[in-house]
């Protein structure tokens, strides 16, 4: 570290994103997501269905 303050131009400690200009990634999900998706559906469809059912104690 520089004792004075003088920047020295050393570019040490910048952070590089190589894909920057790359945007946003809209591609379609890949297997997982799709899994992911699958079972919030189900559970959702559960949760719907145990709503409806008459509490029974």
Do not use: W
């Not at 920057?20 to 269905?49: C, H, M, Q, Y």
């Amino acid at each position: 570290m520089n004792p004075q303050g003088i920047k020295d131009g050393n570019d040490d400690g910048k952070i590089v994103n190589p894909g920057i200009d790359e945007g946003r990634d809209t591609s379609v999900g890949d297997e997982g997501d799709e899994a992911n998706e699958l079972r919030f559906d189900e559970e959702e469809r559960l949760i719907k269905e145990q709503s409806l059912r008459p509490e029974t104690d």
